[in-house]
């Protein structure tokens, strides 16, 4: 998982965050991982059996990493941003208009 | 039904294989047969929904843009993302091939020159498509005839979504060998057949500290979702 730090740094003007989303199956290794940075965003676990098979479909989530930008209602406006840097640069643009 | 589950499990399955991406970027040059246009836009979905980029013209007259997700479709117009009502003046569907590849684009028509054999293909069979011209027995020849390359998978994809029968669709992926649903970017992509979704599906998530909590997304005018 990337290490957004200064990326998030340059942008704190931006009303956004990030969250990551793990779909580890693997929960120690997931905390292991965690425990051994700091990180200034939420991490959060999709735990087993809860919507993984709904998510792999409805988000057609099958390669990681992948980023995607939401709204505050949960819209989705972009499905597949390829990196932090063209998110960002997305929602700049977002909140121009 | 049972047919539906089917396909969902197929796709299900193929959306495990995990290939790795070619890192090589596809260098896509456009020329407009009107030079006042100064503006394109870069579309993921072909009804131009989903807006990924905004190529503005270079100093050649001429516009650039380069991606790395090689054997991805691309829909490029200058309709406006926010602009529901406009009608656009130039449409190109573009499969991002290795290396620089060229399209020449004619206003009002959909359709376009390119030197890419397989988007020349994809352009023929779009017109065809945007003509009513739909023989399905064509498309299938057309299918197996290109079955080593993406226009398959292209194909598979744009009729997948709109307009044939389960019966037929399933004949279709038949015809197709595996590999062009595993080695090309856009194959893996059609997992689900579905359009992109609009809205984040409602989840459980875990923090660190084991709690469990709805996943939301109020805290901020925006979030980036890492997977």
């Not at chain 1, 059996?49 to 988000?59: C, H, M």
């Not at chain 1, 819209?75 to 063209?86: K, T």
């Not at chain 2, 569907?93 to 060229?102: C, D, F, L």
Request: proline fraction near 2%; include cysteine.
């Amino acid at each position: 998982m990337a290490n957004y730090e200064n990326i998030l740094k340059q942008n704190e003007d931006l009303n956004f965050k990030v969250i990551a989303l793990s779909i580890d199956e693997e929960e120690q290794d997931w905390k292991g991982f965690l425990n051994k940075k700091q990180f200034s965003y939420a991490h959060y676990l999709i735990p087993n059996g809860a919507k993984k098979d709904s998510l792999s479909i409805d988000v057609a989530l099958q390669t990681v990493p992948r980023l995607m930008v939401v709204n505050d209602k949960g819209d989705v406006l972009q499905g597949r941003s390829e990196s932090l840097e063209s998110a960002i640069a997305f929602i700049r643009s977002m909140d121009k208009k | 039904m049972k047919v539906h589950l089917v396909k969902i499990a197929f796709f299900a399955l193929l959306g495990f294989i995990n290939c790795k991406e070619v890192a090589a970027s596809s260098m896509i040059e456009i020329q407009l047969d009107d030079p006042t246009f100064n503006q394109l836009y870069v579309f993921r979905t072909f009804n131009l929904e989903e807006c990924i980029d905004t190529i503005t013209i270079a100093s050649d007259g001429k516009f650039h843009w380069e991606t790395q997700e090689i054997n991805e479709l691309f829909f490029i117009s200058d309709k406006k993302p926010d602009d529901e009502n406009r009608k656009h003046n130039y449409y190109c569907s573009v499969m991002a091939e290795k290396g620089p590849i060229n399209f020449t684009l004619y206003k009002g028509q959909d359709k376009y020159d390119t030197n890419s054999l397989t988007n020349e293909e994809i352009a023929n069979f779009y017109v065809n498509a945007n003509q009513n011209i739909f023989d399905t027995l064509a498309i299938e020849q057309s299918i197996i005839k290109n079955n080593n390359n993406a226009f398959g998978v292209f194909a598979l994809k744009f009729i997948g979504s709109t307009r044939f029968s389960e019966q037929t669709f399933q004949t279709l992926i038949n015809t197709l060998e595996e590999r062009c649903f595993t080695q090309f970017y856009y194959g893996r992509q059609m997992k689900g057949l579905r359009y992109p979704i609009k809205h984040f599906p409602e989840i459980v998530v875990k923090n660190q500290e084991d709690q469990i909590m709805d996943l939301e997304f109020t805290s901020a005018h925006y979030t980036v979702i890492d997977f």
